[in-house]
Protein backbone atom coordinates (compact mmCIF):
# COMPACT_ATOMS: atom_id res chain seq x y z
CA UNK A 1 0.00 0.00 0.00
CA UNK A 2 1.12 3.41 -0.67
CA UNK A 3 1.75 5.93 1.26
CA UNK A 4 -0.40 9.20 0.56
CA UNK A 5 0.52 12.17 3.19
CA UNK A 6 -2.03 14.70 3.46
CA UNK A 7 -1.69 18.32 2.05
CA UNK A 8 -0.23 19.60 5.53
CA UNK A 9 1.96 16.47 6.49
CA UNK A 10 5.33 18.24 5.29
CA UNK A 11 4.54 21.54 7.45
CA UNK A 12 6.19 21.32 10.70
CA UNK A 13 4.51 23.56 13.46
CA UNK A 14 6.66 25.11 15.87
CA UNK A 15 5.65 27.34 19.30
CA UNK A 16 5.53 31.21 18.78
CA UNK A 17 6.58 30.60 22.84
CA UNK A 18 9.78 28.82 21.38
CA UNK A 19 10.65 30.41 17.86
CA UNK A 20 14.17 29.34 18.09
CA UNK A 21 13.90 26.68 20.57
CA UNK A 22 17.21 25.92 22.22
CA UNK A 23 16.98 23.07 24.89
CA UNK A 24 16.68 19.55 23.43
CA UNK A 25 14.85 16.69 25.19
CA UNK A 26 17.31 14.90 27.35
CA UNK A 27 18.15 11.25 27.22
CA UNK A 28 17.48 11.27 23.30
CA UNK A 29 20.08 8.78 21.68
CA UNK A 30 21.00 8.67 18.09
CA UNK A 31 19.22 4.98 18.34
CA UNK A 32 16.10 6.61 19.52
CA UNK A 33 16.19 9.23 16.24
CA UNK A 34 16.65 6.50 14.11
CA UNK A 35 13.97 4.78 15.70
CA UNK A 36 11.41 7.42 15.18
CA UNK A 37 12.48 8.01 11.53
CA UNK A 38 10.78 4.40 11.33
CA UNK A 39 7.68 5.51 12.60
CA UNK A 40 5.27 5.10 9.22
CA UNK A 41 4.51 9.03 7.57
CA UNK A 42 0.86 10.46 8.64
CA UNK A 43 -1.80 9.13 6.27
CA UNK A 44 -5.19 8.75 5.65
CA UNK A 45 -6.61 5.09 5.73
CA UNK A 46 -9.40 3.88 3.73
CA UNK A 47 -12.56 2.58 5.89
CA UNK A 48 -12.19 -0.69 4.07
CA UNK A 49 -8.78 -1.07 5.54
CA UNK A 50 -9.80 -0.61 9.03
CA UNK A 51 -12.74 -2.30 8.67
CA UNK A 52 -11.04 -6.03 7.56
CA UNK A 53 -8.19 -4.80 10.13
CA UNK A 54 -10.82 -4.99 12.91
CA UNK A 55 -12.68 -7.74 11.45
CA UNK A 56 -15.77 -5.63 11.59
CA UNK A 57 -15.30 -3.87 14.53
CA UNK A 58 -15.47 -7.19 16.68
CA UNK A 59 -16.04 -6.44 19.99
CA UNK A 60 -13.44 -8.99 20.26
CA UNK A 61 -10.74 -6.69 18.82
CA UNK A 62 -11.64 -3.90 21.43
CA UNK A 63 -8.58 -2.88 23.63
CA UNK A 64 -8.55 -4.01 26.78
CA UNK A 65 -8.12 -1.07 29.05
CA UNK A 66 -8.84 1.38 26.15
CA UNK A 67 -11.62 3.71 26.13
CA UNK A 68 -14.83 2.34 26.65
CA UNK A 69 -17.27 4.61 25.84
CA UNK A 70 -20.07 3.42 23.61
CA UNK A 71 -19.05 6.21 20.86
CA UNK A 72 -15.40 6.63 20.99
CA UNK A 73 -13.97 2.88 21.21
CA UNK A 74 -10.17 1.70 20.60
CA UNK A 75 -9.69 -1.43 18.56
CA UNK A 76 -6.44 -3.22 18.30
CA UNK A 77 -5.79 -4.44 14.55
CA UNK A 78 -3.19 -5.83 11.90
CA UNK A 79 -2.88 -3.82 8.71
CA UNK A 80 -0.60 -5.01 5.86
CA UNK A 81 2.00 -2.45 5.47
CA UNK A 82 1.93 -0.89 8.30
CA UNK A 83 1.56 -4.00 11.19
CA UNK A 84 -0.11 -3.65 14.44
CA UNK A 85 -2.60 -0.52 15.32
CA UNK A 86 -4.66 0.95 17.70
CA UNK A 87 -7.70 2.46 16.05
CA UNK A 88 -9.82 5.09 17.72
CA UNK A 89 -13.97 4.99 15.95
CA UNK A 90 -15.35 8.39 17.09
CA UNK A 91 -18.98 9.56 16.77
CA UNK A 92 -19.72 11.55 14.08
CA UNK A 93 -21.59 13.68 16.84
CA UNK A 94 -18.04 15.00 17.36
CA UNK A 95 -16.85 16.15 14.48
CA UNK A 96 -19.63 17.04 11.90
CA UNK A 97 -17.27 18.77 10.07
CA UNK A 98 -15.20 16.49 8.08
CA UNK A 99 -11.91 19.05 7.15
CA UNK A 100 -11.79 20.34 10.48
CA UNK A 101 -11.02 17.12 11.75
CA UNK A 102 -8.54 16.32 9.23
CA UNK A 103 -6.83 19.58 10.36
CA UNK A 104 -6.97 18.63 13.72
CA UNK A 105 -5.66 15.23 13.09
CA UNK A 106 -2.89 16.24 10.79
CA UNK A 107 -1.18 19.26 13.51
CA UNK A 108 -1.24 16.03 15.58
CA UNK A 109 0.44 13.57 13.13
CA UNK A 110 3.12 15.73 12.16
CA UNK A 111 4.05 14.97 15.89
CA UNK A 112 7.22 12.08 16.05
CA UNK A 113 8.38 11.12 19.39
CA UNK A 114 10.00 8.00 21.21
CA UNK A 115 7.85 9.33 24.25
CA UNK A 116 4.64 9.76 22.21
CA UNK A 117 2.02 6.96 20.96
CA UNK A 118 2.23 8.13 17.28
CA UNK A 119 -0.27 8.80 15.24
CA UNK A 120 -0.27 6.97 12.37
CA UNK A 121 -3.19 8.28 10.36
CA UNK A 122 -7.25 9.11 9.99
CA UNK A 123 -10.05 8.30 7.90
CA UNK A 124 -13.01 10.63 7.37
CA UNK A 125 -16.06 8.10 4.89
CA UNK A 126 -19.41 9.27 5.13
CA UNK A 127 -19.98 9.22 9.37
CA UNK A 128 -16.95 7.83 10.02
CA UNK A 129 -14.40 9.63 12.11
CA UNK A 130 -11.08 7.40 13.01
CA UNK A 131 -7.69 7.82 14.09
CA UNK A 132 -4.64 5.26 13.91
CA UNK A 133 -2.15 5.25 15.71
CA UNK A 134 0.91 2.66 16.74
CA UNK A 135 -0.03 -0.44 18.66
CA UNK A 136 1.42 -0.97 22.16
CA UNK A 137 1.54 -4.38 23.31
CA UNK A 138 1.66 -4.26 27.21
CA UNK A 139 -1.18 -1.75 27.60
CA UNK A 140 -1.79 1.16 30.27
CA UNK A 141 -0.53 2.34 33.20
CA UNK A 142 -4.20 1.93 34.84
CA UNK A 143 -3.92 -1.79 34.20
CA UNK A 144 -0.03 -2.36 35.84
CA UNK A 145 -0.97 -0.04 38.96
CA UNK A 146 -4.81 -0.94 39.51
CA UNK A 147 -4.99 -4.81 38.55
CA UNK A 148 -5.90 -7.09 40.83
CA UNK A 149 -3.13 -9.53 40.32
CA UNK A 150 -0.51 -6.93 38.71
CA UNK A 151 3.06 -6.92 39.99
CA UNK A 152 3.87 -4.67 41.94
CA UNK A 153 5.83 -1.40 39.95
CA UNK A 154 9.24 -0.45 42.17
CA UNK A 155 9.77 3.16 42.85
CA UNK A 156 12.90 3.55 40.20
CA UNK A 157 10.34 2.71 37.29
CA UNK A 158 6.92 4.91 38.60
CA UNK A 159 9.63 8.07 38.57
CA UNK A 160 10.70 6.72 35.12
CA UNK A 161 7.16 7.02 34.09
CA UNK A 162 6.75 10.30 35.59
CA UNK A 163 9.65 11.35 33.79
CA UNK A 164 9.10 10.21 30.52
CA UNK A 165 5.81 11.77 30.48
CA UNK A 166 7.24 14.99 30.92
CA UNK A 167 9.52 14.80 28.23
CA UNK A 168 6.65 13.84 26.39
CA UNK A 169 4.41 16.96 27.32
CA UNK A 170 7.63 19.64 27.09
CA UNK A 171 8.16 17.77 23.12
CA UNK A 172 4.22 19.12 22.74
CA UNK A 173 4.84 22.09 24.25
CA UNK A 174 7.59 22.97 21.63
CA UNK A 175 5.52 21.67 19.07
CA UNK A 176 2.61 23.90 20.18
CA UNK A 177 0.44 21.28 20.93
CA UNK A 178 -0.15 22.98 24.35
CA UNK A 179 -3.29 21.42 25.74
CA UNK A 180 -3.92 17.56 27.14
CA UNK A 181 -7.12 17.04 28.53
CA UNK A 182 -7.77 13.87 31.18
CA UNK A 183 -4.21 13.13 31.32
CA UNK A 184 -4.94 9.62 33.62
CA UNK A 185 -2.81 6.50 34.18
CA UNK A 186 -5.33 4.79 31.30
CA UNK A 187 -3.36 7.68 28.85
CA UNK A 188 0.15 6.61 29.33
CA UNK A 189 0.50 3.24 27.47
CA UNK A 190 3.80 0.92 27.40
CA UNK A 191 5.45 -0.11 24.10
CA UNK A 192 7.52 -3.09 23.21
CA UNK A 193 10.62 -2.27 25.20
CA UNK A 194 8.10 -1.85 28.18
CA UNK A 195 8.91 2.15 28.05
CA UNK A 196 6.15 4.14 29.08
CA UNK A 197 4.64 6.30 26.07
CA UNK A 198 2.09 9.38 26.21
CA UNK A 199 -1.45 8.48 23.89
CA UNK A 200 -1.66 10.99 21.26
CA UNK A 201 -5.28 10.39 21.19
CA UNK A 202 -5.60 13.02 24.31
CA UNK A 203 -4.47 15.85 22.57
CA UNK A 204 -7.51 15.38 19.86
CA UNK A 205 -10.42 17.84 20.41
CA UNK A 206 -13.81 14.92 21.69
CA UNK A 207 -16.72 17.06 21.79
CA UNK A 208 -19.81 18.26 19.67
CA UNK A 209 -18.35 20.33 16.85
CA UNK A 210 -14.52 19.79 17.86
CA UNK A 211 -14.16 23.22 19.01
CA UNK A 212 -13.91 22.14 22.92
CA UNK A 213 -12.30 19.35 24.96
CA UNK A 214 -13.73 16.94 27.09
CA UNK A 215 -12.47 17.85 30.59
CA UNK A 216 -11.91 16.19 33.67
CA UNK A 217 -11.99 18.02 36.90
CA UNK A 218 -9.45 15.79 38.17
CA UNK A 219 -7.06 16.89 36.25
CA UNK A 220 -7.54 19.97 35.57
CA UNK A 221 -5.25 23.22 36.96
CA UNK A 222 -6.90 24.83 40.46
CA UNK A 223 -8.10 27.77 38.50
CA UNK A 224 -10.40 25.95 36.57
CA UNK A 225 -12.79 25.78 39.48
CA UNK A 226 -13.14 29.27 39.76
CA UNK A 227 -12.82 30.65 36.29
CA UNK A 228 -13.82 27.75 34.35
CA UNK A 229 -10.86 28.89 32.26
CA UNK A 230 -7.93 26.49 31.00
CA UNK A 231 -4.23 28.25 30.77
CA UNK A 232 -2.64 25.42 28.30
CA UNK A 233 0.50 26.21 29.90
CA UNK A 234 -1.38 25.47 33.41
CA UNK A 235 -2.77 22.47 32.03
CA UNK A 236 0.63 20.74 31.44
CA UNK A 237 1.74 21.38 35.26
CA UNK A 238 -0.93 20.33 36.73
CA UNK A 239 -1.24 16.98 35.29
CA UNK A 240 2.30 16.38 35.56
CA UNK A 241 2.19 16.92 38.95
CA UNK A 242 -1.12 14.64 38.94
CA UNK A 243 0.71 12.18 37.26
CA UNK A 244 2.97 12.19 39.82
CA UNK A 245 1.04 11.69 42.51
CA UNK A 246 -0.44 9.02 41.15
CA UNK A 247 2.33 7.24 40.71
CA UNK A 248 2.92 7.00 44.23
CA UNK A 249 -0.55 7.17 46.45
CA UNK A 250 -3.79 7.02 45.74
CA UNK A 251 -5.63 10.04 47.59
CA UNK A 252 -7.32 12.83 45.26
CA UNK A 253 -5.27 15.95 44.11
CA UNK A 254 -7.12 17.94 46.56
CA UNK A 255 -6.33 15.73 49.63
CA UNK A 256 -2.71 15.31 48.30
CA UNK A 257 -2.67 19.30 48.26
CA UNK A 258 -3.75 20.06 51.97
CA UNK A 259 -1.21 17.32 52.95
CA UNK A 260 1.64 18.71 51.38
CA UNK A 261 0.26 22.08 52.64
CA UNK A 262 0.75 20.57 56.49
CA UNK A 263 4.29 19.40 55.87
CA UNK A 264 3.15 15.88 55.92
CA UNK A 265 4.16 14.96 52.21
CA UNK A 266 5.14 11.57 53.07
CA UNK A 267 2.21 10.26 54.47
CA UNK A 268 1.07 10.57 50.26
CA UNK A 269 3.69 7.69 49.68
CA UNK A 270 2.38 4.31 48.24
CA UNK A 271 2.53 1.80 51.26
CA UNK A 272 3.41 -0.80 48.91
CA UNK A 273 6.57 0.75 48.64
CA UNK A 274 7.95 1.11 52.44
CA UNK A 275 11.50 0.48 52.56
CA UNK A 276 11.94 0.72 48.46
CA UNK A 277 12.85 3.99 48.05
CA UNK A 278 15.04 6.71 49.39
CA UNK A 279 12.97 9.59 51.88
CA UNK A 280 15.40 12.06 49.76
CA UNK A 281 14.49 11.47 46.61
CA UNK A 282 10.62 10.98 47.62
CA UNK A 283 10.86 14.10 49.27
CA UNK A 284 12.35 15.89 45.98
CA UNK A 285 9.65 14.66 43.97
CA UNK A 286 6.91 16.14 45.94
CA UNK A 287 8.76 18.47 46.67
CA UNK A 288 8.00 19.47 42.78
CA UNK A 289 4.84 18.32 42.82
CA UNK A 290 4.10 21.23 45.42
CA UNK A 291 5.99 23.64 43.31
CA UNK A 292 2.92 22.80 40.47
CA UNK A 293 0.18 23.04 42.63
CA UNK A 294 0.68 26.77 43.38
CA UNK A 295 -2.49 28.91 43.05
CA UNK A 296 -1.11 31.52 40.70
CA UNK A 297 0.37 29.74 37.29
CA UNK A 298 3.32 32.19 36.91
CA UNK A 299 5.06 30.35 40.66
CA UNK A 300 4.37 26.71 39.22
CA UNK A 301 8.15 25.42 36.90
CA UNK A 302 7.37 25.19 33.39
CA UNK A 303 7.83 21.98 31.08
CA UNK A 304 11.46 22.15 30.89
CA UNK A 305 12.71 22.45 34.30
CA UNK A 306 10.33 19.92 35.02
CA UNK A 307 12.15 17.19 32.87
CA UNK A 308 15.61 19.21 34.37
CA UNK A 309 14.31 18.48 37.68
CA UNK A 310 12.98 14.83 37.47
CA UNK A 311 15.97 13.95 35.44
CA UNK A 312 19.06 13.81 38.48
CA UNK A 313 16.08 11.29 40.51
CA UNK A 314 16.42 8.70 37.91
CA UNK A 315 17.82 5.46 39.28
CA UNK A 316 19.18 2.49 37.63
CA UNK A 317 18.81 3.46 34.13
CA UNK A 318 21.15 0.81 33.05
CA UNK A 319 18.25 -1.71 33.65
CA UNK A 320 15.53 -2.09 30.97
CA UNK A 321 12.23 -0.59 31.80
CA UNK A 322 11.04 -4.33 30.24
CA UNK A 323 12.78 -5.91 33.05
CA UNK A 324 11.75 -3.35 35.82
CA UNK A 325 8.33 -3.85 35.03
CA UNK A 326 8.75 -7.77 35.10
CA UNK A 327 7.16 -8.66 31.20
CA UNK A 328 6.96 -11.25 29.57
CA UNK A 329 10.08 -11.38 26.86
CA UNK A 330 7.57 -11.89 23.47
CA UNK A 331 3.99 -9.46 23.77
CA UNK A 332 1.38 -11.44 23.17
CA UNK A 333 -1.20 -10.81 19.70
CA UNK A 334 -4.71 -9.98 20.06
CA UNK A 335 -6.35 -13.29 20.57
CA UNK A 336 -8.63 -12.14 17.76
CA UNK A 337 -6.36 -11.27 15.32
CA UNK A 338 -6.11 -13.63 12.99
CA UNK A 339 -2.76 -15.37 11.78
CA UNK A 340 -1.02 -15.11 8.17
CA UNK A 341 -2.37 -18.02 7.40
CA UNK A 342 -5.39 -17.51 8.62
CA UNK A 343 -5.86 -14.60 6.26
CA UNK A 344 -3.94 -16.31 3.49
CA UNK A 345 -7.23 -18.44 3.90
CA UNK A 346 -9.79 -15.89 3.83
CA UNK A 347 -8.69 -14.52 0.71
CA UNK A 348 -8.62 -17.93 -1.23
CA UNK A 349 -12.29 -18.62 0.22
CA UNK A 350 -13.24 -14.98 -1.16
CA UNK A 351 -11.64 -15.64 -4.35
Not at 29 to 41: G, L, W
Not at 72 to 96: D, H, Q
Not at 152 to 166: K, S, T
Not at 336 to 349: G, V
Request: glycine share 6%; proline share 5%.
Amino acid sequence: MGCFQSKDADHVITSPDHPSVQHQLESVTEDQVEQESQVPCFKRFALRELYDATNGFSGKCIVPGGEMQALNLVYGGMIEGTGLVAIKRLSKLTWPDAQQFVDQATAVGNLRSKRLVNLLGYCVEGGERLLVAEYMPYGTLSKHLFHWNRQEIPWEMRVRVAYYIAQALDYCNIENQKIYHDLSASRILFDEDGDPRLSTFGLIKNSRYGTRYSTNLTYTPPEFSETGIIIPFSCFISLICHLNMRLVMNVSICQAFDIIMEKNAMLLMDSSLEGRFESEDATKLLNLASKCLQKNPEDRPDTESLVSAAAPLQKLEEISSHFLMGLPKNPVLLPSMPSPLRKACSRMDRA
